[in-house]
């Protein structure tokens, strides 16, 4: 039987799956929509990015495709990306034991397209995207949404972003963790703020939280 009063939140971007893999889906699309030599366009755009160049004003200039044009491909294209290694061990071995939500900032076409491709809507009992409510993360209504209805009396939020993963949870009552960057995310992390932002805990990998979890029951 399900246990229903433990709810485990988990951030989308970066913890879930690495976002540079969804950045290079996009880019793959892209290429493909607008170039009779997709492979070679793709590896113009990626070296771009790289270099910290803006690659849709490059693509604008170049080739005179609108910018909202090239966006809207990259944003609401269905993406090509994966799960980290262990995700979904974690989730199968967990879901009777917890109930799953998800906060995200961002599109809600985008992210609930990143959502299908992972595969992640069978174990997820809330869904909450920035855009759908209109506030972001710190807020506190975004966090209170993931756990409504769920009868929770021990919540855990798994993230990555230091500057407003924690701060909330935390005053939340919430038990916070964090998946260390290996080197590829997009939004770097920063442990140099104050103790309120940051988590009780940090793991190098979803076999390491995973292990935490164990412990618990």
């Known amino acids: 039987m399900t246990i229903t009063n433990k709810t485990i ?26 170039s009779n030599n997709p492979a070679n366009l ?5 070296e771009k990015y790289e270099l910290g160049e803006n690659v849709f004003d490059y693509l604008e200039t170049e080739l005179n495709i609108s910018k909202s044009s090239l966006l809207d491909y990259y944003r609401f294209h269905k993406p090509n990306i994966e799960l980290y290694e ?27 397209n990143k959502i299908q ?3 992640l809507e069978p174990f997820l009992s809330n869904i909450v995207i920035s855009e759908e409510i209109g506030s972001e993360k710190p807020n506190i209504t975004n ?14 939020y798994i ?7 924690f701060i909330t949870p935390n005053k939340m009552g919430w038990t916070t963790i964090c998946l260390k960057d290996a080197g590829q995310n997009i939004h770097k992390q920063d442990f140099y703020f104050t103790d309120e932002y940051l988590p009780n805990y940090c793991f190098n990998s979803w076999s390491e939280i995973y292990s935490f979890f164990n412990s618990q029951c």
Do not use: C, H, P, W
Not at 29 to 34: D, E, H, L, N, P
Not at 42 to 46: N, R, T
């Open 42 to 46: 793709y590896g113009i755009m990626l």
């Open 159 to 165: 993230g990555d972003n230091i500057k407003k993963d």
């Open 9 to 34: 939140v988990l951030d989308l971007d970066d913890t879930l799956y690495s976002e540079i893999d969804y950045l290079k889906s996009g880019y793959r699309y892209i290429a493909s929509k607008i």
């Open 86 to 112: 262990g995700v979904m061990d974690f989730l199968n071995k967990l879901s009777q034991s917890y109930k799953f939500s998800i906060v995200t900032d961002g599109r809600s076409r985008t992210q609930r």
């Open 117 to 119: 491709a992972l595969g």
């Open 143 to 156: 966090f209170q949404k993931a756990v409504v209805g769920l009868n929770s009396k021990q919540n855990f």
